[in-house]
């Protein structure tokens, strides 16, 4: 069990194959790897996607969530990464990545990762554009996706 949030972009591939590593108790691995999307708006393409977070109390959030986690599907292992800074479009944002004896497990416990990551994580976002920059708000479907796991409300 992990949780790293750093600068460094990350490789997919060899993070999944470390996560395994010499485990025969692991029948599934279900991984995430979340890109900076550029802009729906080809008059206001995205520059850059700033991303800030507050030392330590991220960390315990993540670490947090991740425990809910393990206890819920009996993972095996897991590890979240969550890059902050500036980054491009289609650069790695996150990754999550579950492993359990069975696959509902491993998947389940994903998408709860996610929902919690997508809508409660402490990172706050700023894309710029042309020079100008703008928070991201909250989005409702990110939040009610948290109800399903009995965690949605503020």
Sequence with gaps: ?????????FD????????????????????????VRGSDDPDHPL???????????TEKALAGIE???T???NLQASLIIH???PLRPGE???????????????FEAAEFLMDFLKSRAPFWKKEKSGGA???VDARVSDEDALKRWGRGGA
């Design 1 to 9: 069990m992990a949780v790293r949030v750093q600068t460094e972009d």
């Design 12 to 35: 997919l591939g060899a993070e999944l194959a470390q996560l395994r590593e010499g485990r025969t108790d692991i029948g599934a691995l279900v991984s995430f790897s979340g890109l």
């Design 47 to 57: 520059d850059v996607m700033e991303l800030e977070h507050y030392p330590g109390m």
């Design 67 to 69: 425990a809910e986690a």
């Design 71 to 73: 206890a819920r599907w």
């Design 83 to 85: 890059r902050y800074g």
């Design 92 to 106: 790695q944002i996150m990754m999550v990545a579950t492993a359990s004896r069975h696959r509902q497990a491993a």
């Design 133 to 135: 920059g703008s928070w």
